[in-house]
């Protein structure tokens, strides 16, 4: 078994739930079948495969990066665990600045121009939660390279990141988990 193979498995046993009724999703669809990437990813054993597993898939496409990061709190663990495969620099990215201390948006490492940001999310419905991360990351002068995702819910992530010239990257999608896609609202 692939190692994307073995992380869509972990994805359907661990993360996967139908639930009795629908739940507002981020994006603000409805949908029973809850994905929770973090609850898949919770045990370090399954969080390495899933972050080997985007890995790989961006050594495939032909993607470089020398840093890691995306929106806080569903990219934090894929990001510490891709960060420490490839041995780089990782970031976060706060809904909002802080409001205090230094009142960063971007926390870990300090980005600028020459830097090539893989950005990831554990799950993505439409895109549009990560491309407020994409905005904040090209604000510093950074270039964001390509987006990752364990989970695609939809069908219009795709394209959203493609239109700005990266590289789209899925370990799962709705039809590898055998779910319904989630329409954008």
């Not at 994905?35 to 470089?64: M, N, P």
């Not at 980005?111 to 090539?116: A, I, P, V």
């Not at 939660?129 to 939809?154: F, H, M, P, Q």
């Not at 700005?164 to 055998?178: E, I, Q, S």
Request: hydrophobic content about 45%; charged content about 25%; glycine content about 10%.
């Amino acid at each position: 078994m692939s190692i994307r193979e073995q992380a869509i498995a972990i994805v359907k046993e661990k993360g996967l739930r139908r639930l009795p009724e629908p739940v507002r999703l981020a994006s603000g669809a409805m949908s029973a079948d809850f994905v929770d990437g973090k609850l898949a990813t919770a045990h370090f054993d399954d969080l390495e495969i899933a972050s080997r597993a985007i890995v790989d898939l961006a050594r495939l496409a032909g993607v470089e990066f020398d840093c890691v990061g995306g929106p806080t709190l569903g990219a934090d663990a894929l990001t510490i665990g891709i960060a420490g495969v490839v041995r780089c620099r990782w970031f976060f990215v706060r809904k909002e600045p802080k409001g205090r201390g230094t009142n960063q948006l971007i926390e870990g490492a300090r980005l600028g121009s020459g830097d090539r940001c893989l950005i990831v999310e554990d799950a993505i419905t439409t895109g549009g939660s990560l491309l407020k991360a994409v905005d904040a990351v090209e604000a510093t002068g950074a270039r964001c390279v390509a987006v990752a995702t364990l989970i695609d819910r939809g069908d219009t992530a795709r394209a959203l990141v493609e239109a700005r010239g990266m590289t789209y990257l899925p370990v799962a999608t709705y039809a590898d988990l055998g779910i319904d896609p989630v329409l954008p609202v």
